[in-house]
């Protein structure tokens, strides 16, 4: 059934309901012949004529269109926002649960930006819990339907953002660069710089290094001409990475440190969180840095992701950074509960970061003398890196797991994790 359609049957059902003929409807206002066509679908009635059946007929005007009562209509945008408030506040199983309760609603069904927004929500949700193959299924169904032009550009961030995570970084990159147009691109927002820099992260993960370097200026250019500390915020801490990748360590923190200052004046508590744990993953890397301040930063990391919406994967990584300060500070303990608790929070195998925290738990063991233990974590990044794709990261990944064997007495090990290394790298 139309639109037309469900509004002349409300119409219809409500007016036999009272007890009144179409005549009596009608009257003044409007012809018989006219609530007659609207009742069976053949006329749109007007908003003005809407409102005006809605008073005759002494019921909500939310309900002939959308078939909702208006106490019902305040029902679902009060579950909506504890939903979206439990995804804010870290709450990920009780959010998804809310939006899974909202989207069995039957009365959600004529609601189409309501029934759009829980549907988003819980792609989020359920990429914040790590089931990132669904949360993909749910924004490939939710791209097909018609949305507003600012939803769609989130749901693409979404999408390409989620793919990455997911290591599928030719499908990241086509969401990335289909929603920016190319030589047709639409003028820059804060929301379209927001998908550059998303676009530009899967560039850093498949090894574009070249294109990163330049759309990483060409976001720095929008940013400076929009002003708006969001932009800034986006364009800068990608053009530190960026610049990381591509050996530029001075700048990298140059332009980390101006996206972080503004970030802490105008920036979300879970953005923040997240910012403050790249930041710290860069300084550990950068050879610039003091292993117990980075340290403390990172605790203070800890305790913000707990409290804040990250998904799985953030408070994964948030411990094996931990895990690498506590290592280089000679916390070895510390070191190996983190870097196991970070592994654990992971889907099993086929993550790098898993392969990360064993790397780390190889080298923390060893570092203690417990040589067994620190070759059998090592031999376990095999379980991680096997089902993925060959990457930049899948090579780098495996180089490091044959240093870690050179160093643990493996050379059949090392060989062989040299082998992979250059199969992922193309050589």
């Given at each position: ?30 012809s ?9 679908g ?19 005007l ?16 009060l ?5 979206r ?11 998804r649960?809310?939006?899974e ?45 018609d949305?507003?032009?600012d ?7 979404a ?56 759309f ?76 117990l ?20 994967i953030?408070r ?8 690498c ?95 992979r ?7």
């Amino acid at each position: 059934m139309t639109t037309s359609d469900l509004v002349g049957l409300r119409i219809k059902t409500v007016r036999r309901q009272r007890g009144l003929s179409q005549a009596q409807l009608a009257h003044p206002e409007l012809s018989d012949s006219y609530v007659s066509l609207i009742e069976s679908g053949k006329r749109t009635p007007t908003p003005a004529v809407l409102e005006l059946l809605a008073q005759k007929l002494d019921c909500s005007l939310s309900y002939l269109i959308n078939g909702v009562t208006a106490e019902q209509m305040e029902d679902i945008e009060l579950a909506l926002g504890y939903a979206r408030l439990a995804l804010e506040n870290g709450e990920v199983a009780e959010a998804r649960t809310r939006f899974e309760e909202l989207l069995g609603n039957s009365s959600l069904t004529g609601l189409a930006a309501l029934r759009q927004d829980a549907e988003f929500g819980l792609a989020l949700a359920t990429e914040a819990a790590g089931d990132l193959d669904r949360a993909i299924s749910i924004l490939l169904k939710l791209r097909e339907e018609d949305l507003p032009p600012d939803r769609r550009i989130e749901v693409a961030i979404a999408l390409c953002r989620t793919y990455r995570e997911n290591e599928q970084l030719t499908e990241a990159v086509q969401v990335g660069e289909q929603m920016l147009g190319g030589n047709t691109r639409l003028a820059w927002t804060d929301l379209l710089v927001e998908m550059g820099a998303t676009l530009l992260a899967a560039y850093l993960e498949r090894g574009d290094l070249l294109r990163a370097r330049q759309f990483a200026a060409e976001l720095l250019n929008a940013a400076d001409a929009l002003g708006t500390p969001r932009s800034i915020v986006a364009s800068n801490w990608m053009a530190s990475n960026a610049a990381h990748a591509t050996g530029h360590n001075d700048e990298a923190l140059i332009f980390a440190e101006r996206a972080m200052a503004v970030q802490l004046e105008t920036g979300q508590p879970r953005n923040i969180a997240r910012m403050r744990l790249a930041l710290a993953r860069k300084r550990l890397r950068s050879g610039m840095h003091d292993a117990l301040a980075v340290r403390d930063m990172l605790r203070t990391a800890v305790a913000e992701f707990e409290q804040t919406s990250t998904s799985t994967i953030d408070r994964a990584r948030v411990h094996v950074e931990l895990a690498c300060a506590e290592y280089m500070s000679r916390g070895l303990d510390e070191a190996a509960k983190h870097a196991m608790t970070g592994r654990d929070l992971l889907p099993e195998f086929g993550h790098s970061l898993g392969a990360e925290a064993n790397l780390l738990l190889g080298r923390i063991y060893n570092a203690a003398g417990r040589a067994e233990e620190a070759h059998q974590h090592v031999t376990a990044v095999n379980d991680w890196l096997a089902p993925l794709p060959d990457s930049r990261n899948s090579a780098s990944m495996w180089y490091a797991a044959a240093e870690t064997m050179e160093e643990l007495g493996d050379p059949d090990g090392a060989v062989e994790a040299y082998q992979r290394a250059l199969a992922c790298a193309g050589l």
